[in-house]
């Protein structure tokens, strides 16, 4: 930000390389997966094929949901609720995503050029942190970070039944499994990075050497922690990848492969 103790140069910055294709980027990716998530939360179909559901619309709180055999459908909202019952589920993991450290700092700088990089002056005239409205309802990311751990482990039910076939018999894995495997370990390995579970594992504690299970727990989550960059885009990528799988089973675009 531009102030009167600023070095009297003409050029807004000194950079010479290109500072701007990293907030672009991430601008572009978050956007392409903000158009795909509400064309699937809107379109309130294709979203199952056995023994598989949607990311997006699990667990299932309408009436209107299709019925899984075993998945959790719980019909919470009954006919009076007239849109698609992924725009009831996608408020948690979305929440959590907003309010993200990581993102915060990628949509900030991709979005509001806030700071665009490093040693560029951003274009505002003022600057009052997370201390207003909407910004301060940032503040409640350690909330939907337990919203969160919910969802990863309804998801984790859904891969469990993914080892069944179209007949819902057990002891069947088939290319879909593998998708919802990795999914769910990038969904976790995200989760647990965040770093309101790494104070929450770590915080607080004057003295490591009285609490050596926790100070364990919290190095293996810092260590997460330093990758939560990667594992955000890796998490958001897989999460998009499962929901497109399924779809592409419901509309019957190809059959899915049976491995064993």
């Known amino acids: ?7 009297a140069i003409a050029e807004r910055h000194l950079r010479t390389d290109r500072w701007w294709l990293a907030p672009a980027s991430t601008a572009f990716g978050l956007f392409l997966f903000v158009v795909y998530s509400t064309w699937r939360a809107l379109a309130d179909a294709d979203y199952y094929h056995a023994p598989y559901v949607s990311p997006f619309y699990s667990p299932c709180l309408a009436e209107s949901c299709e019925k899984m055999q075993g998945g959790p459908n719980w019909a919470l909202f009954g006919d009076w609720w007239p849109l698609s019952p992924a725009l009831i589920i996608l408020i948690f993991p979305l929440g959590f995503r907003l309010t993200c450290y990581y993102y915060r700092k990628a949509y900030y700088r991709g979005f509001w050029a806030s700071p665009p990089a490093c040693g560029v002056a951003e274009p505002h005239k003022s600057y009052s942190g997370e201390t207003r409205f ?11 970070f337990y919203a969160a ?5 309804i998801l984790t039910w859904d891969t469990i039944l993914g080892f069944r076939n179209a007949d819902y018999e057990w002891g069947h894995m088939g ?4 998708v ?3 999914n769910i370990v990038l969904i976790w390995a995200y989760t647990i990075s965040c770093h309101s579970c790494r104070h929450i594992v770590g915080g607080r504690l004057k003295h490591f050497s009285k609490h050596p299970v926790r100070y364990r727990m919290w190095g293996w989550v810092g260590k997460l ?5 990667e594992l955000a885009w890796a998490s958001l990528l897989s999460v998009g990848l499962a929901d497109l799988y399924v779809y592409l089973l419901a509309t019957g675009a190809f059959t899915d492969p049976q491995l064993f």
Do not use: C, D, E, K
């Open 1 to 7: 930000m531009r102030t009167g103790t600023r070095a």
């Open 134 to 144: 909407p910004l301060i309802l940032q503040n409640i990311h350690r909330y939907f």
């Open 149 to 153: 751990v919910g969802v990863a482990v």
């Open 175 to 178: 290319l879909g499994t593998v």
């Open 180 to 182: 919802f495997l990795i």
């Open 225 to 229: 922690n330093s990758r939560h960059m």
